[in-house]
């Protein structure tokens, strides 16, 4: 049996169908469904159960789940980077991870978490998952702050010779249409292009990058997933990895190759940064991928702009956008 708990969200629900694409179905799915559109992205899935996070957490407490468990994938969070409750952030991201760490663990199973590049914070240290730096990050917003706790405390219980933490980068792409204000920046500029012909990006506030000039580590969810499959498959590549394109592309880029995508012209605006927003953006984001390739995964990724362009042909401009 394997549990992917967020099973039903973005990277979740694409992961399923991997999968299921593998010949495995026997999948326990762990997520929150309540009144969301997350219910869509489980329709093509096969699977053997859904359980509701607090179903799931009592009977990991009780003992409930008995089953021989092959891998638990933990993507299950709030990936919210405005989100200041911290104390749901502390329950939800840190403590109920740590409890299924310790269920998976105990049952033997594979377990690999979702971290994130949000624990780099401004990037003047850089973006290597080497240990010798993860102490000294200094994440931007509660978010990033709560998954270098989990991070931190694995790495305190000498935990990451058997578990793998993923820092995941940029990831857009097919099943994050229910994420509201957290959607990727193509998944929310396809629809406005289409009625206003006009792309609107960010103005820079700092002297060294341009307006949309910039640079974040924009990664397709369908490598994402090929990466976290090999990883179950390789239960010896373990500690923090950095699941990123390897390769820093400008905003502008983005849109070009959306505009791209559609066969528009470019034609893009910027607009000032919210006040929410500045002191906690990050103006340069570029995974370190050389310690994952080192452990022997070879898995190749999109560019930039074959991943929009099949994002964008292949699901937002069809009458089916879902995986």
């Known amino acids: 049996m394997y549990i992917v708990t967020g099973g039903a969200g973005f990277i979740g629900s694409v992961l399923v169908r991997k999968l299921n694409d593998e010949g495995i179905d026997d999948i326990v799915i762990v997520d929150n469904l309540a009144s969301t559109e997350k219910w869509r992205n489980l329709v093509k899935c096969r699977y053997r159960e859904y359980l509701h996070r607090s179903e799931f957490i009592e009977n990991i407490r009780t003992g409930h789940i008995q089953n021989d468990i092959e891998a638990v994938f933990h993507l299950g969070a709030c990936s919210s980077?405005?989100?200041?409750?911290?104390?749901?952030?502390?329950?939800?991201?840190?403590?109920?991870?740590?409890?299924?760490?310790?269920?998976?663990?105990?049952?033997?199973?594979?377990?690999?978490?979702?971290?994130?590049?949000?624990?780099?914070?401004?990037?003047?240290?850089?973006f290597s998952d080497d240990l010798k730096t993860a102490a000294a990050l200094r994440p931007l917003n509660m978010y990033g702050y709560s998954k270098q706790l989990f991070d931190l405390w694995a790495m305190r219980e000498g935990l990451l010779e058997d578990i793998t933490c993923v820092k995941f980068f940029n990831v857009y792409g097919p099943n994050e249409y229910h994420k509201g204000d957290m959607k990727s920046v193509v998944c929310k500029?396809?629809?406005?292009?289409?009625?206003?012909?006009?792309?609107?990006?960010?103005?820079?506030?700092?002297?060294?990058?341009?307006?949309?000039?910039?640079?974040?580590?924009?990664v397709y969810v369908k490598d994402c997933v090929n990466v976290l499959f090999w990883l179950m498959q390789h239960p010896r590549a373990t500690g923090i990895c950095n699941i990123g394109s390897g390769k820093a592309r400008t905003w502008n880029d983005l849109a070009r190759a959306v505009f791209a995508a559609l066969d528009m012209p470019a034609n893009i605006e910027y607009i000032d940064m919210p006040e929410t927003l500045k002191g906690k953006y990050q103006y340069f984001t570029e995974a370190d991928m050389s310690r994952i390739r080192s452990l022997g995964c070879d898995i190749p990724f999109h560019s930039l702009e074959a991943g929009i362009e099949d994002y964008v042909r292949g699901y937002l401009r069809t009458d089916d956008p879902y995986m």
Do not use: H, W
């Open 189 to 218: 500029a396809v629809p406005e292009l289409l009625r206003t012909g006009v792309f609107r990006l960010f103005r820079s506030d700092r002297p060294e990058y341009a307006d949309g000039g910039q640079m974040r580590d924009f």
């Open 81 to 126: 980077t405005t989100e200041k409750n911290a104390d749901f952030l502390m329950e939800n991201n840190v403590r109920y991870a740590k409890e299924v760490c310790t269920f998976a663990l105990e049952k033997g199973a594979r377990f690999i978490q979702a971290s994130s590049a949000a624990t780099y914070g401004d990037g003047s240290l850089g």
